[in-house]
């Protein structure tokens, strides 16, 4: 439910609305399965949808659609700083962003931002993690 939320806020994000076959490609499911999961969003009341027609993110909605968009950037930032590589950067991401709670992603923002503030702690890193690949050859 939660991918679907977060793909409908990403969808959403330059004309305030998506539709089902947009949803459906984005995901990579069949229309019929990205329907019913919209219709049970729209049962808790997240967004408005009828059929053949748009959907639009009500306010909770679109606030649990950004909240979601920026767990899952902030656990890719997170994995990219650790040297996940490209190739498998997503599948680790959505891995984990569904099994974390609030405050470990705070930890990993926090983190982040530290990082960012101090650069050469990352290329430190960087290196370290070149010399024990070369060590471990």
Do not use: W
């Not at 939660?2 to 089902?20: H, P």
């Not at 729209?42 to 748009?54: A, D, F, Q, S, T």
């Not at 930032?77 to 590589?85: A, Q, R």
């Amino acid at each position: 439910m939660e991918d679907y939320l977060e793909m409908i806020y990403r969808l959403s994000l330059d004309t305030g609305f998506t539709r089902i076959n947009e949803l459906s490609d984005a995901l990579n499911v069949h229309p019929p399965s990205a329907t019913r999961m919209v219709q049970r969003l729209g049962k808790r009341n997240l967004l408005k949808y009828e059929k053949y027609g748009v959907i639009i993110l009500k306010d909770e909605g679109k606030a649990l659609g950004e909240l979601l968009l920026n767990r899952h950037n902030t656990i890719e930032t997170f994995l990219n700083i650790i040297g996940i590589p490209e190739d498998i950067l997503l599948v680790e991401t959505e891995k984990i962003e569904h099994t974390i709670c609030e405050d470990t992603a705070k930890c990993f923002e926090d983190y982040i931002l530290f990082i960012n503030n101090n650069p050469d702690i990352k290329e430190r890193f960087n290196e370290f993690k070149t010399s024990s690949l070369l060590k471990n050859d």
